[in-house]
């Protein structure tokens, strides 16, 4: 089992960043598919992007392209999630979420909630216009 922290949310204008942190603890050498996923009220849990901390080109949602940009730290055990030019229907509760799998797994389903076993715990980011 695998514990995730997020850290990093808060509220900023549109136009500006937030740079979200997800720390891993615990059997993280199995947990190599990582993503971040966000909520809204009301709305389903959605995509936003992953990333195989083995190595490979992460995924990205189209509503982010070009916007958000998923990276990692090995050594701290550590996945970011930086959000540059922030719109208002960005605001959600973004979660990091992690599951055992291979680099081609997280190709195919790494956007789908469904696959992840281990999620943390939640950081709101609300972005005004």
């Known amino acids: 089992q695998v514990q995730l922290v997020e850290s990093g949310g808060g509220s900023v204008q549109a136009g500006g960043s937030l740079r979200l942190s997800c720390t891993a603890s615990?059997?993280?050498?199995?947990?190599?598919?990582m993503g971040w996923f966000r909520q809204a009220p009301g709305k389903e849990r959605e995509g936003v992007a992953s990333?195989?901390?083995?190595?490979?080109?992460?995924s990205y949602a189209d509503s982010v392209k070009g916007r958000f940009t998923i990276s990692q730290d090995n050594a701290k055990n550590t996945v970011y999630l930086q959000m540059d030019s922030l719109k208002p229907e960005d605001t959600a509760m973004y979660f990091c979420?992690?599951?055992?799998?291979?680099?081609?797994?997280?190709?195919?389903?790494?956007?789908?909630?469904?696959?992840?076993?281990?999620w943390g715990q939640g950081t709101q980011v609300t972005v005004s216009s």
């Open positions: 990333i195989y901390t083995g190595g490979g080109r992460p």
């Open positions: 979420a992690a599951f055992a799998g291979s680099w081609r797994s997280l190709m195919s389903r790494g956007l789908a909630p469904y696959a992840y076993s281990d």
């Open positions: 615990g059997a993280t050498s199995s947990r190599k598919c």
